[in-house]
């Protein structure tokens, strides 16, 4: 596994990076982290669950497959949803602290094959600055970095209201199979439908009523992604 290295606009002036996708960068996989500046276009496309990782912590996850290693909106090399998670849209880029200064710089993989001097769009103008390249990846490290303590913050408002509830999904397929995923939670909306004003307010206040009713928007694309299922079982 190679080190990413600073972004350097002398050494790395005439970088450029091909946006590719696939199994190789990633992106074979059934769900994959979310974070709350995200979920409004994520709920567009796909069901926002929750899961607690191993460490107990609680996460968001867009569900992107219904078996292990499944991504259906994954065709080659690129996505055919409308947006890629944060996680996955930055590439071969990452944010690390400078151990001198403390300050965050954005790292990229030299050794990533959608790197390179010679194709894919450019990292910098011509006289200085970002390239929209640069500019889109960036745009996803600042959405993981402002996504951890908005997680937290998140899940700590809805945890304490008690607004957290596991979820049972069964999925049928063409009524021969039938695939149960049971180690998801959701967003409870008897019991958000049931607050008070003043926990409405307070939660409306925070933005996290607003997350709230996304998630239990997403779960409708949970038809779409059984379509996708039995079209790609033919």
């Known amino acids: 596994m190679t080190t990413p290295v600073p972004l350097d606009t002398i050494d790395h002036h005439d970088l450029r990076v091909a946006m590719r996708h696939g199994p190789d960068h990633g992106d074979a996989v059934n769900q994959l982290l979310a974070v709350p500046g995200e979920f409004e276009p994520l709920?567009?496309?796909?069901?926002?669950?929750?899961?607690?990782?191993?460490?107990?912590?609680?996460?968001?996850?867009?569900?992107?497959?219904?078996e292990r290693g499944e991504n259906l909106f994954l065709d080659g090399d690129r996505w055919t949803s409308r947006t890629v998670p944060a996680v996955q849209a930055r590439g071969p880029f990452s944010v690390a602290l400078r151990p001198d200064t403390g300050e965050?710089?954005?790292?990229?993989?030299?050794?990533?094959?959608?790197?390179?001097?010679?194709?894919?769009?450019p990292l910098f103008l011509p006289h200085g600055g970002h390239a929209p390249a640069l500019q889109r990846a960036t745009r996803s490290l600042q959405l993981i970095?402002?996504?951890?303590?908005?997680?937290?913050?998140?899940?700590?408002?809805?945890?304490?209201?008690?607004?957290?509830?596991?979820?049972?999904?069964?999925?049928?397929?063409?009524?021969?199979?039938?695939?149960?995923?049971?180690?998801?939670?959701?967003?409870?909306?008897?019991?958000?439908?049931?607050?008070?004003?003043?926990?409405?307010s307070r939660l409306n206040r925070a933005g996290v009523l607003r997350l709230a009713f996304l998630v239990q928007a997403s779960l409708g694309n949970m038809a779409r992604l059984i379509e996708l299922k039995n079209a790609r079982r033919g």
């Open 43 to 66: 709920a567009r496309e796909f069901p926002i669950l929750f899961r607690r990782d191993d460490a107990g912590t609680w996460r968001a996850v867009v569900l992107l497959g219904l």
């Open 145 to 200: 970095g402002e996504g951890l303590p908005a997680t937290e913050a998140m899940f700590a408002a809805l945890d304490g209201g008690g607004l957290i509830e596991p979820v049972a999904i069964t999925v049928t397929l063409d009524s021969s199979r039938e695939i149960a995923l049971n180690q998801y939670h959701t967003v409870a909306a008897d019991r958000l439908a049931g607050l008070d004003g003043d926990t409405l």
């Open 104 to 121: 965050a710089t954005i790292h990229v993989d030299l050794d990533d094959p959608r790197i390179s001097r010679d194709t894919g769009e």
